[in-house]
Every structure is written in structure tokens, then in C-alpha cells.
């Protein structure tokens, strides 16, 4: 396998990795590199940051998708997107509401609009549900999903499966019995527990809550059912999860515990690409001879410019021979997924020409299986 062939064999792709690695202008380098081969793209960040836009040399991004212009004559289609939870979490509303009257009762909700964008786990099951809509309910060849840093994209990934469960819990079932309402349906120590409650938060957002578990009535086998589609869309075969990197001990340690993870929920990692390697300066000359290290010719010159020259190479390449021990690790854990290992660039990517060239680099890299 290569990383070609991964991406061209993939619906999906999940872009995994710590924060700072190149995870966002990764994901967006794999959605260009397959819209030039023909394909309709769209990439997703989960990640409220402006990393995505910038790469693309954009103003912004909304939670409808864009199409980037400016692609070769001849190629498919490039879209993007940034999450927006609320619009999202609004957008399930419509559609799993009855009537209009329970729509408008959830959205005008005063506790509904506070979860809706800050609710903890809101934000990875919205992201959940877009990368489903974008999947499967539209016509797009590729989604490259650019998650949040490692123990977020963890939340993302385990978000389905805590929302079904959570909608099948004897708490919420209680908290959902119709008409009669939270207070009547629970015993008199909670109703006790709740005043309390109210002592702190106030007795009108107690009441809101009441009011959105009320009008979300009838609604949850909806929100359950498409939970489990998210849930099997991760695991189909042709959903590839991509793990990036940077070539530093600390990086490296937290691709290891992302790999780990992602075994733990039996998922392959089906590429690593590691950003911003330093070159390996070989000794070897173009016509197969070998000639003195440079670290020999520095400190036989020492004193000299040339000399100097010489040490900065044996530097460059005493880096080069560090970063490559921090990688062989978990180049194994993932044998045989193929290792990308792309050197760092003198350019910063801020518009598609270096988004492109960028892309060029990437999968002009040999890529190997390293054990």
C-alpha cells in the first residue's frame, strides 16, 4: 500500500494527530491531491481555528461547504467547510421534529441554546452527524474529516456511541415520561435535589430544562437511530484513518497513544505521515561511492568557511539521524501502513499554489513500511 492508493481507495478520511503536527493543512493537501485526480472533495475541520481557511487562502469558512475555485481545467471539485455546532444541532432539530410548534419550542428554548454550542460532547456528536451527512447524504467522491487535537478526536470518534446510550438510559427515559414533567415523574428526594439546584442556577433555567426535555419528546429514536449510522460509517472499510505527526519526542509519544486507542476501538490506522522532517544528508556521492563524513571534514577544516559549512551539515544530518530514532517505533506498531515522511519546506502554505506544491512533496515521497 501506499498513501496514493489508501486515498484513492477511501470515501472517508480521518485525520488524526496532537495539535501543532500540520494535521489541518494535511487534510486539506489530501482533498486537493484527489480533486486534481478527478474527484468531487470536500474537506471538514472540526476545529473552530482558522488553520483551514488560511491554508486555502480564504476569508472564512461557514458549516456549508465551499468550492475552492481555481483548480486545473480537467480536475474534479474541491470543497470546504468549518463546523458550526449550533447550526448543525438546529439543522437535526428540522429534521427529526414533528411540527412546526416543536421546532419552534426547541429552538426559542433558553436551555436549548446554551447546549446547543457548549454543551460538553455537543461538539464531537455534531461533528459526528456532519461527517454523516456529507458521506452519505450527499454526493461527494471524498470527505477528509481534520479533527481536533488527539484527546478531542478521541471524543469525536466515541461520541455516537455515548449519545445512543445516553438516549437509552434509564435517567433520560425518566426525565422524558410525557406530560407529567421532571418534577412529577421523579420521587421526592429528587424533587428535594432539584430546589436545591435551583438555589444555585435558578429556578428559571431548572424550568427551561424542563421545558426542552418536554418539547425533545419523540424525538430521540431519530437522534439514536443515526447515531448508529455514524457509528458504522467509522468502521466501513472504506473510511481511512490517517495518523499525522511531527518528528519530536513529545509528538510521537502522543501518535503512540493515539494508535493505541484507536486499536483499543479496533480501528486501523491505514497511514502515518510524519510533517517537517529534517533532510538525511547521506554521505553517498551520485555515482555510489561513499566520501568522509561531515563531522571527518569539519574537523579537518575547522577554521576555515568551508570547514564551518561542514559542521552545519554534520548538525543538520545528527538531527535528521535523531528524528529518524523517534520514528521507528511506531512506524512499526503500524506496520505494514505506509509512512510518509515529508521535509520541512521553505515556504509557509497560505493559498492553494503552495497548498498544491505542498501536495506535490507529499506524494512524491517514497513511502515505505518501516519495521
Known amino acids: ?34 480533486a486534481l485526480q478527478g474527484r468531487k472533495t470536500v474537506v471538514v475541520t472540526i476545529d473552530p481555528a482558522r488553520r483551514l481557511a488560511d491554508a486555502l487562502g480564504l476569508a472564512g469558512l461557514t458549516n456549508e461547504p465551499a468550492q475552492i475555485p481555481g483548480l486545473p481545467e480537467g480536475s474534479g471539485q474541491m470543497w470546504a467547510m468549518m ?73 469525536f470518534l466515541e461520541a455516537p456511541k455515548r449519545l445512543a446510550k445516553f438516549l437509552d438510559h434509564r435517567l433520560y427515559k425518566v426525565l422524558m415520561l410525557p406530560t407529567r414533567g421532571i418534577v412529577k415523574a421523579v420521587n421526592v428526594a429528587a424533587q428535594t435535589l432539584l430546589r436545591s439546584i435551583s438555589k444555585v442556577v435558578g429556578a428559571e433555567v431548572i424550568a427551561d430544562a424542563i421545558a426542552f426535555f418536554g418539547a425533545f419528546e419523540g424525538m430521540e429514536e431519530g437522534f439514536k437511530e443515526r447515531a448508529g449510522k455514524v457509528d458504522d460509517l467509522l468502521s466501513e472499510p472504506s473510511t481511512a484513518f490517517i495518523l499525522i505527526a ?88 503500524l506496520a505494514p501502513a505506509p509512512v510518509v515522511q515529508v521535509a520541512v519546506q521553505s515556504f509557509e502554505v497560505s493559498n492553494m499554489a503552495t497548498l498544491q506544491m505542498l501536495g506535490e512533496a507529499m506524494f512524491a515521497t517514497e513511502v515505505t513500511s518501516q519495521a
Not at 480521518?14 to 494535521?23: A, F, H, M, N, Q
Not at 502522543?254 to 517537517?276: G, W
Not at 533532510?279 to 566520501?291: A, E, I, L, M, Y
Open 1 to 34: 500500500m501506499s498513501l496514493e492508493s489508501v486515498v484513492a481507495q477511501s470515501h472517508v478520511i480521518v485525520c488524526c494527530g496532537s495539535g501543532g503536527v500540520g494535521k489541518t493543512t494535511t487534510a486539506a493537501v489530501i482533498a486537493l491531491h484527489a
Open 83 to 155: 463546523l458550526d455546532t449550533k447550526a448543525t444541532f438546529d439543522g437535526l432539530v428540522l429534521r427529526y421534529a414533528t411540527d412546526a410548534n416543536q421546532t419552534a419550542a426547541i429552538l426559542n428554548n433558553s436551555f436549548y441554546r446554551n447546549i446547543s454550542g457548549s454543551l460538553s460532547g455537543t461538539q464531537e456528536y455534531m461533528a459526528a452527524e456532519k461527517l454523516y451527512e456529507l458521506a452519505i447524504e450527499s454526493d461527494y467522491d471524498l470527505v477528509v474529516v481534520d479533527t481536533p487535537p488527539t484527546r478531542n478526536a478521541l471524543d
Open 246 to 333: 511531527s518528528p519530536h519526542a513529545d509528538t510521537m509519544a502522543e501518535a503512540k497513544f493515539f494508535a493505541s486507542r484507536l486499536k483499543e476501538l479496533k480501528i486501523t490506522v491505514r497511514a502515518l505521515i510524519v510533517n517537517r522532517m529534517q533532510p538525511n544528508f547521506s554521505s553517498t556521492t551520485q555515482d555510489g561511492s561513499t566520501q568522509a563524513p561531515a563531522e571527518t571534514l569539519a574537523a579537518r577544516l575547522e577554521g576555515t568557511a568551508l570547514g564551518d559549512q561542514y559542521r552545519c551539515l554534520a548538525d543538520a544530518r545528527h538531527l535528521a539521524l535523531g528524528e529518524q530514532k523517534h520514528l521507528v517505533g511506531l512506524a512499526a506498531e
